[in-house]
């Protein structure tokens, strides 16, 4: 998951999704879990989220899944398995709750993906996204270096097949896939701080050049960019994020 970058940013990009809880990336979906509840949190990543709904809902009623077996976090009461979104290891209408945090932006075909969550949710079962959006992002200053570096970092992300303005078109995917009573709501939140954002962006640019892409005068320049941004000032950063609630 965190293949192509510097072993020491790594080390601090796998420390800072570790730190994430659902207290504070998934509260939206904490206050509807009851004790007994079947969640499927789908790209759980490190687990750290995951783990905060077996809080409620209890142990052996959330199943985490990722591409990533040995990414996930040991001793916790939830059950990890690696799988594949686009064909979830659940079957028909078993889960009262399918989550995904930081995955729609990632996908190259978001309508398969919403179509299997809808598959594994039980008539009734609710679906719960959170989804960001880069075309909404506060950064203060957004100098021409951060804009030119963001602009690459786009580019990457589209070159992967996601898509960096995902929260922006998340709850039409989900309307189109036959989900019923979409209701959204956006928040800013300082994931990270406008200097790690920048080192972030500037190793992303570097691990691409590396492969000596299609682009590469453009991903070059966007990495001159990222690295003035880098090596400047302070700034701030909210990112925003597009939490939505669907029905099955």
């Not at 293949?3 to 730190?19: C, I, K, N, V």
């Not at 979906?29 to 949190?41: A, T």
């Not at 209408?93 to 990632?106: I, K, N, Q």
């Amino acid at each position: 998951m965190l293949e192509g970058y510097a072993p020491g940013f790594a080390q601090d990009a796998l420390a800072m999704m570790r730190s994430r809880t659902a207290a504070d990336r998934a509260e939206f979906v904490l206050r509807l879990l009851r004790p007994g509840m079947r969640v499927l949190d789908v790209g759980c990543g490190p687990g750290t989220i995951t783990a905060g709904f077996a809080t409620i809902a209890g142990r052996g009623n959330v199943l985490g899944v990722d591409r990533e077996p040995g990414f996930f976090a040991a001793g916790s009461k939830v059950e990890f398995v690696a799988g594949d979104a686009y064909a979830l290891p659940v079957g028909d209408e078993s889960v009262d709750l399918v989550f995904a945090h930081a995955l729609f932006e990632h996908l190259a075909r978001p309508a398969e993906v919403l179509s299997e969550m809808r598959r594994v949710l039980r008539p009734g079962g609710t679906l719960a996204l959170s989804t960001s959006d880069w075309s909404r992002a506060r950064l203060r200053p957004a100098t021409a270096n951060v804009t030119a570096a963001l602009r690459g970092h786009y580019l990457l992300r589209r070159r992967a097949g996601g898509d960096p303005f995902a929260g922006k078109h998340v709850a039409s995917w989900v309307s189109s896939a036959g989900f019923r009573e979409v209701r959204t709501h956006g928040r800013f939140r300082p994931d990270m701080s406008y200097r790690a954002l920048a080192r972030y962006v500037e190793s992303r640019l570097d691990a691409a050049l590396g492969e000596l892409p299609r682009d590469r005068d453009q991903l070059a320049s966007a990495a001159r960019s990222a690295w003035a941004w880098s090596h400047g000032g302070d700034g701030e950063f909210s990112q925003y994020w597009l939490e939505l609630l669907a029905s099955k």
